[in-house]
């Protein structure tokens, strides 16, 4: 079990751009999150992913933003015309479908920091 | 709607000390709570959870929390802290059904001092 884990952690990126972030979550888990975390506040829900099926988006999540899960592995998260707005702390996380208590139990990535200049 | 109000943004202790983090939630359904902890700079760890049975719950690094559904309170306890307790601490809340998004409150700064 080698953990969710977040690429890039950081992403200094100029306003008008487009970025990219991937997310791996854990191997045997079959649903993904995405969560955004700006300072001084805790992670606002953005997207949810039951294997390839993207089943909630939150309507944080404006039409810059679209997010994949192309093979039920590994997602991306991109931002088009990124605006200072949109620097803030993106998280992934999983959780498994086993049932049970365990189901609840989502698991978090370190994040992509991403500051738009 | 679901909400979390978590009540001290910050709370600043001296080691050994122990220590309360008060976190209070609105639902109009029943919930599953959860307490997770953020050190710098890197994600949200799950410290202890809450979906049925006692309401008093352990989790790790020596916290425990207590549900109280009267009070719609979930406080998060530590007897002794350490400086490594040193961290940003977040209440969540779900519906309970597998697969739903946690909402988050704004988190509480826990500062342990020698």
């Known amino acids: 079990d080698t953990g969710v884990s977040q690429d890039p952690r950081h992403k200094i990126t100029k306003r008008g751009q487009n970025v990219t972030f991937r997310c791996d979550p854990i191997?045997?888990?079959?649903?993904l999150y995405w969560y955004r975390q700006t300072l001084g506040q805790g992670p606002e829900f953005l997207t949810y992913?039951?294997?390839?099926?993207?089943?909630?988006k939150s309507r944080l999540l404006s039409d810059r933003f679209s997010a994949e899960r192309p093979k039920g592995s590994f997602s991306t998260l991109e931002i088009q015309r990124t605006e200072q707005g949109d620097s803030a702390m993106y998280l992934c996380?999983?959780?498994?479908?086993?049932?049970?208590?365990?189901?609840?139990?989502?698991?978090f990535g370190p994040g992509t920091r991403l500051t738009v200049t | 709607a679901q909400s979390v109000t978590q009540l001290d943004s910050q709370v600043p202790v001296f080691e050994e000390a122990p220590v309360e983090l008060r976190c209070n939630y609105s639902?109009?359904?029943?919930?599953?709570l959860f307490w997770y902890v953020q050190y710098p700079n890197q994600g949200l760890q799950l410290l202890l959870k809450?979906?049925?049975?006692?309401?008093l719950v352990k989790g790790i690094n020596g916290f425990e929390a207590e549900f109280n559904k009267s009070q719609t309170s979930f406080h998060l306890r530590k007897p002794s802290v350490h400086i490594s307790d040193t961290a940003e601490y977040f209440c969540?809340?779900?519906?309970?059904?597998?697969?739903?998004?946690?909402?988050f409150g704004k988190g509480t700064t826990l500062s342990v001092s020698s």
């Open positions: 996380a999983s959780s498994s479908r086993t049932g049970g208590e365990s189901s609840y139990e989502q698991y």
């Open positions: 809450y979906l049925s049975g006692s309401t």
């Open positions: 992913f039951q294997n390839e099926a993207q089943l909630e």
């Open positions: 191997s045997e888990h079959n649903r």
């Open positions: 969540a809340v779900t519906h309970p059904q597998a697969g739903t998004a946690l909402i």
């Open positions: 639902s109009s359904v029943s919930v599953y």
